[in-house]
């Protein structure tokens, strides 16, 4: 709202007995001028969010990756992975094999509690990196193991053969996790993570902590 000339008719200025009540000082205009500047600026900025809002719900695969990256922790898996991870399970069960994903979206404040393991805390090193430096934290790894078929137990073990043909088990698996664009972590050279499949969709640990993000649907 624009301020009003607060001036009553019935009063007059010192000295002269004037009625002021159609007088508008200068600095009252400049003042209006200002506030309106201000309020231009605030519909501007109002409009502008607004806009994107509309547009992500609408759209999501049209707002730049600027946009559409959270301000904070990714609350689940990537829709490509979960999707895949799921294709994983029947995959593998269709071929006797039974698998547990034991592990998939996992935040920066778990990810610094699993690098302690090992080192401040009791236990086997299971990381190399703090939060945020894995893709687990962006919601773009998996971890998995097997389920015997004896008492359904779950193992680690990478020469089980659970379907008896002659083939472990856990390799089957990942030959299946492969071909579904999975990346897996018994391949890398500094730190084999025998349990880990990740996708990263081209995306460098640096890109995600810049706040970019896969899309949610392939092209």
Request: charged residues 25%; neutral net charge; glycine residues 8%.
């Amino acid at each position: 709202m624009t301020p009003q000339n607060q001036w009553s008719p019935n009063e007059h200025a010192i000295g002269h007995g004037q009625p002021l009540a159609r007088r508008k000082p200068k600095r009252n205009r400049f003042m209006t001028a200002a506030i309106l500047a201000m309020i231009a600026a605030l519909l501007w900025s109002s409009i502008s969010g607004m806009d994107v809002l509309e547009r992500l719900l609408s759209n999501p695969d049209t707002i730049p990756e600027s946009e559409t990256a959270p301000a904070g922790e990714i609350p689940k898996l990537h829709p490509i992975v979960a999707a895949k991870k799921d294709e994983l399970v029947a995959q593998t069960a269709k071929i006797g094999i039974t698998i547990l994903i034991t592990d998939g979206m996992r935040t920066s404040e778990e990810q610094d509690r699993l690098y302690e393991q090992g080192r401040s805390k009791s236990g086997p090193i299971v990381t190399n990196v703090r939060g945020g430096e894995s893709y687990h934290n962006y919601g773009l790894a998996i971890d998995f193991a097997l389920r015997t078929v004896e008492d359904n137990s779950v193992v680690w073990d990478m020469e089980y053969d659970g379907n008896g043909n002659g083939k472990a088990d856990w390799m089957e698996v990942v030959a299946i996790a492969k071909k579904l664009g999975f990346t897996w972590g018994g391949d890398w050279k500094n730190f084999r993570d025998y349990p880990h499949l990740q996708m990263d969709f081209g995306y460098s640990i640096a890109d995600l902590k810049r706040g970019k993000r896969p899309p949610a649907k392939q092209k």
